[in-house]
Structures are given as C-alpha cells and as structure tokens.
Nanobody, 124 residues
Framework: QVRMVESGGGLVQTGGSLRLSCAAS????????VGWFRQAPGKEREFVGT????????YYPDSVKGRFTISRDNAKNMMYLQMNSLKPEDTAIYYC?????????????????WGQGTQVTVSS
C-alpha cells in the first residue's frame, strides 16, 4: 500500500514563497513519475507540474512556469514543490501524485497514487 503525505502548506502574502513536501512510503520512487496538481473551490483539478523518475524531464503549465519548481529525492522518497512569486489565484489545495508513466504525465487519470492534499492560501 502506498501512502503519500503532503506538508508545507499555509497562508502567505502575494509575492511570497512556500515549499511543499510530499513523503511517500510503500513503493520505490524510482518506479514512478511525480506530479503536482491543485484544486481551488468550485474549480476542476489543475495540473501544476511533473517530473520524470530521474529528474531529467520536467514540465510546467504556463500558469506557473518560471515561478514553481518540482524536485525529488529518490533516496529519501521525497518530492517537493517550490513556489515563488505567489499570487492569489494560486490559492488551492495542492496534491502530490505518483504515475506509472516514468517520464511524468500531464493527465490526472494516469496517476495511480495521491496524497491527501495541503491547503495553500495566498492573501492579496
């Protein structure tokens, strides 16, 4: 059984930074691509970024490109989302996820395991 636990969310002012962490247990991370998604109230789940099993490939949507950075430490079974220059529209619950697509994926249905989410609130 895979268990994933996010942490690091909270309240931050516009322009601030947060670093989300995600701890995985029950599987070796090297078998999976990693993704981060978010969901704001009343909105659909949104792709935030993905990273390949070996950290060589990363992809971000335009909405966060240049502000968010995904990283991973396979030895520690940890994944991270560094968020800089935060905006009020970044307010959402953020989820980490593992996909069998080792190169990473933009498609939520390709993800096999999800964390419970952590709230990020950006005040204006």
């Amino acid at each position: 059984q895979v268990r994933m636990v996010e942490s690091g969310g909270g309240l931050v002012q516009t322009g601030g930074s947060l670093r989300l962490s995600c701890a995985a247990s029950g599987r070796t991370l090297t078998m999976y691509g990693v993704g981060w998604f978010r969901q704001a109230p009343g909105k659909e789940r949104e792709f935030v970024g993905t990273i390949s099993w070996n950290s060589v490939m990363k992809y971000y949507p335009d909405s966060v490109k240049g502000r968010f950075t995904i990283s991973r430490d396979n030895a520690k079974n940890m994944m991270y989302l560094q968020m800089n220059s935060l905006k009020p529209e970044d307010t959402a619950i953020y989820y980490c996820a593992l996909t069998h697509v080792v190169g990473g994926s933009l498609i939520s249905s390709e993800y096999d395991y999800w964390g419970q989410g952590t709230q990020v609130t950006v005040s204006s």
